[in-house]
């Protein structure tokens, strides 16, 4: 019997003994966190799928694994066929699989720890259908047969200075707590770590790539917050960072401090707490209010401080692979691997004293492996980078001041007619997107179809989202703006964005480009309204040799040469007198 095999039938044994027929494993912690810690890795724990989004739901008699358009190819490569049933959940939700699956009467449970309660209304909706019963459990049965699981991180938490957060904590709080008066709450729950990282100017180091303290918290009216954080990460100075009205509790109070708000009207974001917050707030008798917890709009619309930090990170990353694609390009065709080219270019990021590490673990794809939208190369898979392929290299840093996250493809030898077509095509709607003037309350619904337009014109699309929001010094992936056909959250000035439209040929190669820009207020041209746009803070020439000029529009020419221009600018004074010559010809016109 295989390893994973082994621990299925392990878990099923367990099921079947606490009188269960089936249990839910989400790649989720209690915090509902996009990278989670070793200790929650449950879903590669029973499948070996290492991407971070993905969903099992495991039955008496079949199991299922589901995860989005990101990672198809990967978990056809991961995760056993033999044991799993492997869909794309963009083509069947796994809720709509165990309406179809399970019987009237049957137990299905999950950890309400590991779901949020808007997807724990959604589940009981779809068991209605057959019948079936969906059931809270207090102990996760995977940990229960999990014998190496590992413990849960106690990193020491840092205080994060103002020079870097550009405002403090107790101005973030004043202006939280006008929030809860003109909304006449009592109370917030604060369940996302990356929210009370930005409100108590903070910084951690409990999950990979991003620098959170894994911690909930609570926000009353009069602007106190009590702080649920194990007493282990608490370093000397912490508590004078954080002042008299912040008071640090263990996580074992938790419990009792939600009791407390019997009564109270309390703001919660339904869609990203986990369900036992809310129904442990239900069951004390609190008036529940749905909404963003109120720090999430604030958060996203970065100040002048933090866009500055972002600015100068985004240069040193520049400098960084900008060095790294000069290398590159010096190295015999069949000479690098993949792990060659990533290891290479986080030693030319580690060079800076403000680096802290990956914002993400970094694509390094050669051919076909480009094609595998969250491709991560390993011992096993480390593919050697052949003349006549594209190379795909999507990667981004942690800096003091900001957080970077960067693709480039970049052609090895000669590229193909194709491919020239295909990444012009890319590159048109990149252009577009970038150079798009838009009014207030444009949404990143209203954009998506700019990056997207020439590839239409062939049949051709990408299934990704084309753009996704940045933290400051925190998430690479974050809330609430997106540039996705889906996001409905107006852009605002301050807010940083992707913009990363691709295109993947399965088996042969994959395409992306991808800046950050942050929204702009631009000139007001007509006097009529205000107008927004973008300013773009990635600072990395574009591979020329990819591009057929017959396909690009003199506006696009310009664009491209204007870009050039800002990118050899802003590089020169950082690159070593061995790259600004390849830089000075990869920028010019």
Same mark, same amino acid.
């Given at each position: 019997?295989?390893?994973?095999?082994?621990?299925?039938?392990?878990?099923?044994?367990?099921?079947?003994?606490?009188?269960h027929d089936g249990f839910l494993v989400p790649m989720a912690d209690e915090y509902q966190s996009e990278y989670v810690p070793a200790s929650a890795r449950r879903v590669e724990y029973l499948s070996g799928f290492t991407g971070s989004a993905g969903f099992i739901a495991v039955l008496k008699d079949k199991a299922a694994f589901f995860t989005d358009g990101r990672y198809t190819l990967q978990a056809a490569t991961q995760v056993p066929a033999a044991l799993f049933d492997i869909y794309d959940s963009a083509k069947k939700a796994p809720s709509e699989w165990l309406a179809e699956n399970l019987k009237a009467g049957e137990k299905l449970a999950y950890d309400p720890w590991l779901h949020t309660d808007e997807a724990v209304t959604r589940l009981n909706k779809a068991l209605a259908k057959s019948g079936a019963v969906l059931v809270s459990v207090e102990r996760n049965p995977v940990d229960a047969i999990w014998m190496d699981r590992p413990a849960p991180p106690t990193e020491p938490i840092e205080a994060y200075d103002i020079a870097y957060a550009g405002?403090?904590?107790?101005?973030?709080?004043?202006?939280?707590?006008?929030?809860?008066?003109?909304?006449?709450?009592?109370?917030?729950?604060?369940?996302?770590?990356?929210?009370?990282a930005w409100l108590l100017n903070v910084r951690g180091n409990d999950v990979p790539n991003t620098p959170l303290p894994l911690s909930f918290a609570i926000l009353d009216k009069a602007g106190k917050v009590t702080w649920f954080v194990e007493p282990k990460k608490i370093i000397t100075g912490l508590s004078a960072h954080l002042g008299t009205d912040v008071t640090m509790k263990p996580p074992q109070d938790f419990a009792q401090s939600l009791d407390a708000l019997s009564g109270q009207k309390v703001r919660i974001d339904l869609a990203e707490t986990a369900n036992w917050i809310a129904e442990r707030l239900r069951q004390a008798g609190a008036k529940l209010d749905q909404g963003d917890d109120p720090s999430v709009l604030p958060r996203a619309c970065k100040n002048d401080v933090e866009l500055d930090g972002m600015r100068n990170a985004h240069r040193r990353d520049g400098a960084a692979l900008a060095s790294f694609l000069a290398w590159l390009d010096r190295q015999p065709h069949g000479s690098v691997s993949e792990l060659q080219a990533?290891?290479?270019?986080?030693?030319?990021?580690?060079?800076?004293?403000?680096?802290?590490?990956?914002?993400?673990?970094?694509?390094?794809?050669?051919?076909?492996?480009?094609?595998?939208?969250?491709?991560?190369?390993?011992?096993?898979?480390?593919?050697?980078? #052949?003349?006549?392929? +594209?190379?795909?290299? *999507?990667?981004?840093?942690?800096?003091?001041?900001?957080? /970077? %996250?960067?693709?480039?493809?970049?052609?090895?030898?000669?590229p193909t007619d194709e491919m020239r077509d295909r990444f012009t095509r890319v590159l048109k709607g990149h252009i577009a997107l970038a150079s798009i003037r838009f009014p207030e309350g444009t949404t990143g619904a209203d954009l998506d179809i700019l990056a997207r337009q020439h590839l239409w014109e062939i049949g051709l699309d990408f299934n990704h989202g084309t753009g996704h929001g940045v933290g400051s010094y925190l998430g690479v992936h974050e809330g609430p703006q997106a540039?996705?056909?889906?996001?409905?959250?107006?852009?605002?000035?301050?807010?940083?964005?992707?913009?990363?439209?691709?295109?993947?040929?399965?088996?042969?190669?994959?395409?992306?480009?991808?800046?950050?820009?942050?929204?702009?207020?631009?000139?007001?041209?007509?006097?009529?309204?205000?107008?927004?746009?973008? #300013?773009?803070?990635? +600072?990395?020439?574009? *591979?020329?040799?990819?591009?057929?000029?017959?396909?690009? /529009? %003199?506006?696009?020419?310009?664009?491209?040469?204007?870009?050039?221009?800002?990118?050899?600018?802003?590089?020169?004074?950082?690159?070593?007198?061995?790259?600004?010559?390849?830089?000075?010809?990869?920028?010019?016109?």
């Open positions: 019997m295989s390893l994973f095999a082994s621990r299925l039938a392990a878990l099923r044994a367990a099921l079947t003994a606490s009188g405002r403090s904590s107790a101005d973030k709080r004043a202006a939280l707590v006008a929030d809860l008066a003109k909304n006449q709450l009592d109370a917030a729950i604060l369940a996302d770590p990356a929210s009370i990533e290891e290479k270019l986080a030693s030319f990021r580690a060079a800076h004293n403000m680096y802290r590490g990956p914002s993400f673990d970094t694509i390094a794809g050669a051919g076909a492996h480009g094609a595998i939208v969250h491709y991560r190369a390993t011992e096993a898979s480390n593919a050697i980078l #052949e003349s006549g392929q +594209l190379f795909l290299l *999507d990667s981004g840093g942690q800096y003091l001041d900001g957080t /970077t %996250d960067v693709t480039r493809t970049v052609a090895v030898g000669t540039i996705s056909k889906r996001n409905k959250v107006a852009l605002k000035p301050g807010m940083v964005v992707s913009n990363e439209p691709g295109y993947y040929k399965a088996g042969q190669y994959g395409i992306r480009i991808e800046n950050l820009q942050t929204v702009i207020v631009l000139p007001d041209l007509s006097g009529e309204r205000p107008m927004l746009g973008f #300013e773009p803070l990635t +600072l990395v020439p574009v *591979d020329t040799r990819l591009i057929d000029p017959n396909l690009l /529009t %003199d506006k696009e020419k310009n664009w491209l040469r204007d870009y050039h221009h800002r990118v050899y600018a802003a590089l020169k004074p950082l690159v070593s007198d061995e790259v600004e010559p390849w830089l000075a010809r990869h920028t010019q016109e």
